[in-house]
């Protein structure tokens, strides 16, 4: 009775387990997200970035209207009507008029508006440019400290496993009457030791994974960043002088140079030109009387120039020399940065080479030294706990060598770019 009482849940229990089994097949796998895509996803969903195109595309608007010429004037009117009557024929002054007259921009106003226009695009264009050069460098070092935590969970994962059968070895030697159980509980205590630095790594892999998360959504999950990244080699210093930042400030002076030159004009009168019609309408009697024609010029008389154009010229120069010097500084800083980031890498070179061929192969000779002692009954167990933390430090020190440098790349690459 009690066997054939299981046989239904037994079967409900392996339909379940094969209706599980067809859904985990027949479910459609999420492809990885590679650091290309990552990067061209993070690029495509930034909003600054969307902003300063959208600024430049509207610059390069204004500044094709800066270049034209006002628009043309045009006056309708009647002249001497009178009021008693409102009658155009009544007498002889009354007229209808129409004319049209046309301002001149003054100087080559309207080309230095125009050229200041097409400036100040570029400067947004560039601005742009070095926004996506920074957004690659922030995607690159987030994308490098996930597989830089993800690394540290294995290593501690691999380290506690190796501790945890030091620990069955120590309490079978323990029960055997060998060792102390002093050591077995240090062993213990080190495997819990462990267990907390995980939980702790576990929690740092959440947190270098909700920070890619900024740039690329939900798509973060799908990181596949389980490996170290390989980036490209940066390009020459001499890229340097061409650095989107440096081209932001270039086109910022080249912008105040219009300023300038808008000044400049203002030297220069305005003209303005007019022509108008005047019609007149006759009387069924009396002699015939001709229509008018008229042609005007107008222009201003900048005389009195010491407290407005002198001064606006005076500040659109001390604006050149400002820009200038913006330039100058800014490429000083680009410099002082690439020092810096070269420096840095240089020495992470040195210490990733001392701990590939050094320090990683000693320690592991010596946790395995030590491993041998204590199962011959000459070392002893603590001697096992020490060697097996120090190659686990080791370990970790190294993974953050690595990191540290493709982190420091990847500020090269931003600086410098890296060739087509």
């Known amino acids: 009775m009690q066997t054939s009482s299981r046989i239904p849940a037994a079967r409900r229990t392996a339909a379940t387990l094969i209706a599980a089994l067809v859904l985990a097949v027949a479910a459609p796998s999420v492809a ?23 600024e430049a595309e509207g610059e390069r608007e204004a500044a094709v209207a800066a270049g034209a010429w006002p628009d043309p004037r045009v006056s309708l009117g009647a002249d001497s009507l009178p009021v008693d009557t409102f009658a155009l024929d009544q007498e002889p002054m009354t007229r209808l008029s129409a004319g049209i007259s046309q301002t001149l921009p003054r100087g080559d106003t309207a080309d230095q508006r125009r050229l200041r226009g097409e400036a100040r695009a570029r400067a947004r264009e ?17 994308w490098v400290e996930l597989a830089y935590r993800r690394s540290v969970v294995e290593r501690l994962a691999s ?76 390009g020459p210093a001499t890229a340097l002088a061409d650095h ?59 005389l009195f120039t ?42 992470l070179k040195e210490r990733d080479t001392a701990y590939r061929e050094d320090l990683l192969p000693r320690a592991r000779e010596r946790r395995e030294a030590a491993r041998d002692s204590y199962r011959s009954d000459v070392g002893t167990a603590y001697s096992v706990l020490r060697a097996e933390i120090a190659l686990l430090e080791a370990e970790t020190n190294y993974l953050a060598v690595r990191r540290d440098a493709l982190q420091a790349r990847a500020a090269i690459l931003y600086l410098l770019g890296a060739p087509s």
Do not use: K, N
């Not at 008018?292 to 010029?297: A, I, M, P």
């Not at 154009?309 to 500040?315: F, T, V, Y």
């Open 32 to 54: 990885a997200l590679e650091l290309a895509e990552a990067e061209a996803l993070a690029i495509e969903r930034d909003p600054e970035l969307r902003r300063l195109r959208a």
């Open 126 to 142: 560039a601005a742009a440019e070095a926004r996506r050069r920074a957004v690659r460098q922030g995607v690159r070092e987030d």
């Open 159 to 234: 380290s506690r496993q190796r501790l945890g059968a030091l620990v069955d070895l120590t309490q079978d030697r323990f029960r055997q009457g060998q060792g102390d159980r002093a050591a077995v509980l240090e062993a213990e205590l080190e495997v819990e030791r462990l267990a907390d630095r995980q939980r702790a790594a576990r929690r740092a892999v959440a947190v270098a994974r909700a920070e890619l998360a900024e740039w690329l959504g939900e798509a973060a999950d799908r990181a596949d960043a389980g490996s170290w990244p390989a980036l490209p080699e940066p």
């Open 244 to 302: 989107p930042r440096v081209a932001t400030r270039r086109a910022e002076v080249a912008a105040a140079e219009g300023e300038r030159g808008i000044a400049e004009a203002g030297y220069h009168p305005q003209w303005a030109v007019s022509l108008g019609y005047g019609y007149r309408v006759e009387p069924d009697t009396g002699p015939d009387r001709p229509d008018f024609l008229s042609l005007g010029v107008s222009f201003d008389l900048p």
């Open 306 to 347: 010491g407290d407005r154009q002198d001064r606006e010229l005076a500040a659109a120069r001390a604006g050149v020399r400002a820009g200038q010097a913006r330039v100058a500084e800014t490429r000083q800083q680009l410099e002082r940065r690439l020092a810096v980031e070269r420096a840095s890498l240089d020495s």
